[in-house]
C-alpha cells in the first residue's frame, strides 16, 4: 500500500492471507508534490509499483501558461 505524508510518498507491506497484517511504514522518496490538484491525481504508481508518476511543483508551485494554436496545419504549410 503506498500513500503521501507531506512530502514524503510512504510503502506499507500488506499480507491478505493466511490472516490480514500490515507492516511497518517505510519512505521511498520525496517528491515537491503539486499543491491544488486533488491527492488522488498528485501521484500514481505503476501497476508493479516499482515506478511512480508524480506531478510535481516548481518552485511555490508556479502556473505555467499554456498555448493552444489553432490551424497550426494551415500555418505550417503557409512556410
Given at each position: 500500500m503506498f500513500y503521501r505524508s507531506g512530502q514524503r510518498v510512504m510503502?506499507?507491506?500488506v499480507q491478505w492471507s493466511p490472516e490480514f497484517?500490515?507492516?511497518t511504514p517505510v519512505e521511498l522518496?520525496?517528491?515537491?508534490?503539486?499543491?491544488?490538484i486533488t491527492t488522488r491525481a498528485r501521484y500514481q504508481p505503476a501497476a508493479d509499483?516499482?515506478?511512480f508518476l508524480v506531478l510535481a511543483s516548481r518552485g511555490r508551485d508556479a502556473v505555467q501558461p499554456a498555448?493552444?494554436?489553432l490551424n497550426w496545419t494551415e500555418?505550417?504549410?503557409a512556410r
Open positions: 510503502a506499507v507491506p497484517t500490515v507492516g522518496f520525496q517528491a515537491p508534490v503539486a499543491a491544488g509499483g516499482q515506478r498555448s493552444v494554436v500555418a505550417l504549410s
